[in-house]
């Protein structure tokens, strides 16, 4: 205060800078010296600039300097393709999944399309009060919550199905259908919505981001699932005094001995783990194709028009000196992914004398920028590290809940099965030679929900048949089982894949390698939790048909 004092006082009529962030804010007038700490700024303020700053006061400098961890840019011709592209993948997959379900389950396929067209209005409006911003990350958890909310429809139709093949009547078959999927939807949503809450807390930026859509959207679909398209089903059954339900089924008592081939699948699948773990570990050495998000440096996306010659231009990039790159092109669309890792000194520098380099040695290409992506060594490491985090908690937040529902063995072995899924995914991304980045981390995760729930529902119907069949042995027991869900399953799998694969084939270069991840995925899922999983669950019970427990009989 006596600083501040000497100094006004010193410097009358003249002025006096408030500057944050080397920018001035503001330049009043000194018109008399300043005494005890305390002044006051006088002006023609609107209430607005006098609030700003004010607040730019009361903040003052920071005790340590900001720097630059990531910084994305996305010009508007890449921006405006990948929302054109991402609407046209999303409409066409909507659409394969309404005309799919209106005419397999006809009248009941209407109800579960429009419970569908209610979720995703009660999701999207939730996000808009939240302020939430939609990215890629965001989109794969609608897309899972799109898929399970189709799987709760499908399990209530078919647990309807088995009501009408018993000889009762409409109401009492979908009041029973809905009571008996009741638990088994409750328990699928649950384990993923667990997943999600561990992943925020783990994750990061884009993680978090999946985690809270993820969230959002299975509480909402419990309520659409659950309660919405029982009230239509009532409006109608009130409505028509000639209501029926009637489905098609292009699958009739299937009498598969998936149990058979256990070993066979087992050795499939120990090698693809094998190749994942080495996947695994390579990628944490740096030595796989990680994307800048775990390496650190800058991907620059460039427009040309004509196809561009990848071995001139990276012989001519060598030639300029410039060693650490990697170049990809993407056919039939002209352009061309330049990723580049240099020091955070040299960055900037670099980029620009590229973009140069390349305009003036490559005229007739004509480069545009479309946008860049740069990512501090810094933030890198960190998301490696909390993306290991997010996986790996998501998958004991399963263990443990599943050990409360069924017991221990049950959770252990959809862990194991889930896991499986994680490394033969990441497995075959690395026999591709993919690159590994959060978008594929994302699709991971968006895997293990997915694979997640559908190895619940077949270990919940596995606990049903213990109850009701116990002088089965275990093999016979877990085909019988799979051959009761295998419609619902392969159904399930066929609407999923309609979203990822439109995605792949219409959604444009930047989602591309993610809507591979996802179709990828869905199918390991699929496979997992036919193949694997129950194997999985009579090795831990040692071949028999496990005991419940008087808390497992009360679900």
Request: hydrophobic share 50%.
């Amino acid at each position: 205060a006596k600083i501040f004092e000497q100094i006004t006082g010193e410097n009358v009529g003249r002025r006096l800078a408030i500057v944050l962030d080397e920018v001035a804010r503001s330049a009043p007038v000194i018109r008399e010296k300043i005494s005890g700490g305390e002044a006051q700024i006088t002006g023609s303020f609107t209430m607005e600039e006098a609030s700003d700053l004010a607040l730019v006061l009361r903040a003052g400098a920071l005790p340590a300097p900001v720097k630059i961890l990531q910084n994305i840019t996305i010009g508007p011709t890449l921006g405006k393709d990948s929302i054109q592209k991402g609407i046209i993948a999303g409409l066409i997959g909507a659409s394969a999944v309404i005309i799919f379900t209106s005419i397999y389950y006809r009248i009941s396929g209407v109800i579960a399309v429009c419970a569908l067209v209610l979720n995703i209005y009660f999701l999207l409006a939730l996000l808009s009060a939240f302020q939430a911003t939609l990215t890629l990350p965001g989109i794969a958890g609608i897309i899972l919550s799109v898929g399970m909310g189709v799987d709760s429809n499908v399990l209530i139709f078919e647990r309807i199905r088995d009501e009408l093949k018993l000889g009762r009547s409409t109401y009492s078959s979908i009041f029973q259908g809905y009571s008996r999927a009741f638990w088994t939807i409750f328990d699928a949503h649950i384990t993923v919505l667990i997943t999600s809450l561990i992943l925020f807390l783990f994750g990061t930026g884009p993680i978090r981001g999946f985690a809270v859509t993820l969230s959002i959207s299975i509480i909402v679909n419990l309520f659409t699932a659950i309660f919405a398209t029982k009230i239509f089903y009532e409006y109608l059954y009130e409505k028509g005094k000639e209501f029926k339900v009637k489905f098609f089924e292009i699958i009739r008592n299937p009498k598969i001995d998936f149990m058979k081939y256990k070993k066979i699948f087992a050795i499939f699948s120990i090698l693809f783990s094998l190749i994942g773990i080495l996947a695994f570990i390579q990628a944490f050495r740096g030595k796989a194709n990680l994307g800048i998000d775990f390496t650190g440096g800058t991907l620059i996306y460039l427009k040309s028009e004509i196809p561009p010659s990848l071995d001139k231009i990276r012989k001519t990039l060598s030639q300029e000196g410039f060693g650490d790159f990697t170049l990809q092109d993407v056919k039939g669309e002209n352009m061309l992914l330049l990723k580049l890792k240099s020091s955070k000194e040299t960055l900037t520098e670099d980029v620009n004398k590229i973009l140069t380099t390349l305009k003036s040695k490559f005229p007739e290409y004509n480069f545009t920028l479309l946008g860049k992506e740069e990512i501090g060594a810094t933030i890198s490491k960190e998301l490696k590290k909390k993306a290991t985090l997010a996986i790996f908690g998501a998958l004991l937040g399963i263990v443990l809940y599943l050990t409360f529902r069924f017991n221990f063995n049950f959770g252990l072995a959809a862990g194991i099965a889930t896991f499986h899924d994680v490394l033969f995914t990441l497995a075959i991304f690395y026999l591709l030679g993919k690159e590994i980045n959060l978008l594929f981390i994302t699709a991971l995760l968006t895997l293990a929900g997915y694979s997640l729930t559908d190895t619940v529902v077949i270990f919940d119907r596995i606990r049903e048949n213990i109850l009701n069949r116990k002088s089965k042995n275990f093999d016979e027991l877990v085909n019988i089982s799979i051959n009761e869900m295998l419609a619902r399953t392969l159904i399930t799998t066929i609407t999923t894949l309609f979203g990822s694969v439109s995605l792949l084939i219409f959604g444009g270069i930047v989602i591309r390698d993610f809507a591979l991840a996802l179709t990828i995925g869905f199918i390991v899922g699929t496979y997992s939790s036919i193949f694997i999983a129950s194997p999985i669950l009579k090795v831990l019970h040692k071949g028999k048909v496990p005991e419940l427990s008087p808390k497992e009989h009360l679900f």
